[in-house]
């Protein structure tokens, strides 16, 4: 079944502080492992993504970590600002035969100041 | 750069009323979707299309249908709305499939009364 799991569904963190989202995955045609952002009143924005490739991609404050054998993922923000505050989704893409995003059900940050 | 325009952006239907929810992007991409996002569910895939006088079913294409007459323009039609379909939807375009940044809309939010 395609299906992503993430955790947790929402989370509080302090300005500063480590933002850490789980997700996993039971499909292992899934190549292609997009993090989106979405802010209330907006439509999801992509944020990194990473292919299995590689263990770990960095843009900025924001990294995903990518463990294949335990089939899942994490995004990490870094010094978590207030402006981070958001929902975060994480999904998943399976070249073989199809065109969509499989999306996990998504975490609700909150960095308070 | 206008992205992804939807239109309207809020909108309140009885039940058994039809509409059509408009899509249009001007970044000339051929794949479009049509995604509902619903508190805590993340996004489902309900139809999407990739190129002029193409589309297929989503996750979740029950009750809805859609249109590609051109490459700009993607709407989708609820026929005798439900109050199941009260959500936010959302309209996305690439320029070629899942492994591609999807460009979302800012959504119109539908409430079935």
């Known amino acids: 079944q395609q299906q992503v799991k993430q955790s947790p569904q929402s989370l509080i963190v302090q300005k500063g502080g480590i933002s850490i989202i789980n997700c996993a995955y039971e499909n292992t045609a899934f190549d292609y492992f997009p993090w989106y952002q979405q802010f209330p009143g907006k439509g999801p924005a992509l944020l990194i993504a990473i292919r299995p490739d590689v263990s770990e991609k960095k843009e900025g404050r924001f990294t995903i970590s990518f463990n294949k054998s335990a089939k899942q993922f994490s995004l990490h923000i870094m010094d978590s600002q207030p402006g981070d505050s958001a929902t975060y989704f994480c999904?998943?893409?399976?070249?073989?035969?199809?065109?969509?995003?499989?999306f996990g059900k998504g975490t609700k940050l909150s960095v308070i100041p | 750069n206008a992205g992804v325009t939807q239109t309207p952006k809020f909108r309140i239907l009885k039940i058994g009323q039809s509409m059509t929810l408009q899509c249009a992007q001007d970044?000339?991409?051929?794949?479009m979707y049509w995604y509902r996002q619903d508190p805590g569910m993340g996004l489902k895939l309900i139809y999407y299309s990739v190129g002029a006088g193409i589309t297929d079913k989503g996750e979740v294409p029950n009750g809805y249908n859609v249109s590609r007459s051109t490459t700009e323009d993607f709407p989708l039609r609820l026929e005798l709305a439900a109050p199941s379909q009260t959500s936010v939807y959302f309209c996305a375009s690439n320029v070629e499939g899942g492994n591609q940044p999807q460009h979302f809309g800012d959504g119109t939010r539908l409430s079935i009364l």
């Open positions: 999904a998943a893409y399976s070249g073989a035969g199809s065109y969509q995003l499989t």
């Open positions: 970044m000339n991409h051929n794949y």
